[in-house]
């Protein structure tokens, strides 16, 4: 979602540009903080959905404690409320981060990686939580920005003709190509961006691969696709 279209970038630089209550902003979902705060709430694109996880600071807040202390001579408090973006995908202003500081201490952090994976409460992990102090330190809030809306319509198989559901009381025949233009031209004129069809798997056999095939043979509905699997009880 931080370049899941031209609008969402424009939205980012715009708002680090414009809005000096902002410091950082992270994908929607992956903003974690250590209590429920306010946020910012910008536009239709960005959203203040964060989840809490004490357990993600208090593993790391030795090494982030002592990773302050060297960049920025001070002692972090241990019970602030500061937040971090997940995976260490951000967007920030370049100049709030005090590069030179960061690299100074590189010689130092070299020493301290650790040998193989761990999950958490590394070296490695604490400064992912550290990016997230910069916006604590300028006073400022992380805020969220969601991935582009994309409707999906679902393509219901108990309304189609096949044996195991003509017993229903109606259905429509998806076999038929002028069934499936006309379902695609109501789809787009409805706004939806694509069709999810569910693919079923039962009694031994595929009850629902013959639609699939047929469309992606005559390529009606002409929209975007994708399957849900769903197995039946035998």
Not at 114 to 133: C, L, P, T
Not at 168 to 180: E, I
């Amino acid at each position: 979602s931080l370049c899941g279209s031209p609008r969402n970038v424009l939205t980012a630089l715009r708002t680090l540009g414009s809005a000096q209550n902002i410091g950082m902003i992270g994908p929607q979902g992956y903003v974690a903080q250590r209590s429920i705060g306010s946020g910012a709430s910008l536009s239709n694109q960005i959203n203040t959905t964060r989840y809490t996880i004490e357990k993600m600071f208090m593993r790391n807040i030795k090494y982030m404690q002592l990773m302050y202390s060297e960049i920025y001579h001070k002692t972090l408090d241990s019970e602030s409320d500061f937040a971090f973006c997940a995976g260490t995908m951000f967007w920030s202003r370049y100049e709030d981060f005090q590069v030179a500081d960061w690299v100074r201490i590189m010689p130092w952090l070299a020493g301290k990686w650790s040998n193989e994976y761990k999950r958490d409460g590394q070296i490695e992990h604490a400064v992912e939580r550290m990016f997230g102090v910069i916006p604590f330190l300028n006073n400022v809030t992380i805020a969220e920005i969601g991935a582009p809306v994309r409707p999906i319509g679902i393509y219901q198989p108990p309304y189609s003709e096949m044996q195991e559901t003509r017993e229903n009381g109606g259905y429509y025949d998806m076999t038929d190509v002028s069934t499936r233009r006309k379902q695609g031209e109501m789809a787009k004129a409805a706004g939806l961006h694509g069709f999810m069809y569910h693919h079923y798997w039962g009694f031994n056999k595929s009850v629902l691969g013959e639609v699939p095939e047929l469309m992606l043979r005559d390529g009606y509905p002409d929209i975007p696709f994708m399957f849900c699997w769903v197995r039946f009880k035998e």
